[in-house]
């Protein structure tokens, strides 16, 4: 699976996790194992969000914008709608910003268990400014400017920074995200729904939480540091491309404007002379 947006599956599939771990916890792991259990598709939100269909991309920056700031009935059962919309068709939802909208997603599949990927908090730290230090460079929105589906890059950090700031008090990741948002889980997720899940556990433990059986297969472990690097450089030098594509037409183009400019302006004057 690794970074690829997954299709939703046939109607009637049943939602059955929340994977509320923050980023960099093992999330994508996890994707690909409930995957494997559950034989359904799960919903990477980060992927989705930044790399999925049109729809679903403008419905998670709706979501995003609609989320803090739903308080009457009407904009809550929006954003229910909104939330359904992009999860229908799906066994689980993962990553960020989905895990930070648990309480909000809970609302919609009451039936549904949150599984919370967790890690030492210091690895987890080292992990994620890594990420961060990949993907908050001040170039890289210009980088990928020209890619369709990375243009709405820019506004994605908004609205996520919006997001974090109303739940987590700070508008970026920072190193005290990782106990904020579990004891955010821990306050509003009831107890018997949240389970938590270290995925260098492997098969057993998430088998049981699931009361499915353990599968003849090897557990997946994806999407380490390397991988989150080689998906960046991807888009790096894509846009590099896209750049140089832009950049040769507009000169083409102004080559094609001035040798037109003065043929014409030539034949003008010979007009005018004669």
């Known amino acids: 699976m690794g970074q690829q947006p997954s299709l939703p599956g046939p109607p009637g599939t049943k939602f059955r996790v929340i994977g509320a771990g923050m980023s960099r916890t093992g999330t994508k792991t996890l994707n690909e194992a409930l ?3 559950l034989k359904g598709p799960v919903h990477d939100s980060g992927i989705q ?6 729809e679903q991309i ?5 979501i995003m914008e609609l989320a803090p700031k739903a308080q009457s009935f009407t904009e809550q059962k929006k954003l229910d709608w909104l939330i359904s919309s992009v999860l229908d068709g799906y066994v689980a939802t993962m990553d960020c910003p989905a895990a930070t909208l648990t309480p909000e997603i809970m609302r919609v599949y009451p039936e549904a268990i949150v599984i919370a990927t967790t890690r030492d908090e210091a690895s987890w730290w080292k992990s994620m400014n890594h990420l961060n230090g990949m993907m908050s460079t001040w170039y890289l929105p210009l980088i990928v400017l020209f890619l ?3 243009q709405a890059y820019g506004l994605w950090m908004v609205r996520f920074g919006g997001i974090m700031q109303w739940r987590y008090n700070s508008e970026k990741i920072q190193e005290d995200t990782l106990r904020k948002h579990e004891q955010h889980l821990r306050d509003a997720v009831p107890p018997e729904k949240l389970f938590w899940y270290n995925v260098s556990e492997g098969w057993e433990p998430l088998c049981r939480i699931l009361n499915v059986p353990v599968p003849g297969v090897p557990f997946p ?6 991988d989150a690097s080689k998906t960046a450089r991807e888009h790096i030098v894509a846009g590099i491309i896209s750049w140089i594509f832009v950049l040769s037409a ?12 003065l043929t014409h302006s030539s034949g003008f004057a010979k007009t005018y002379i004669a």
């Open 35 to 37: 995957t494997i259990l």
């Open 49 to 54: 969000s930044l790399g999925g269909p049109m």
């Open 58 to 62: 403008s419905a998670w920056l709706k």
């Open 148 to 150: 369709h589906k990375s």
């Open 221 to 226: 472990h994806n999407n380490n540091k390397s």
């Open 250 to 261: 507009l000169f083409t183009g102004v080559w094609l404007l001035k040798d037109w400019y």
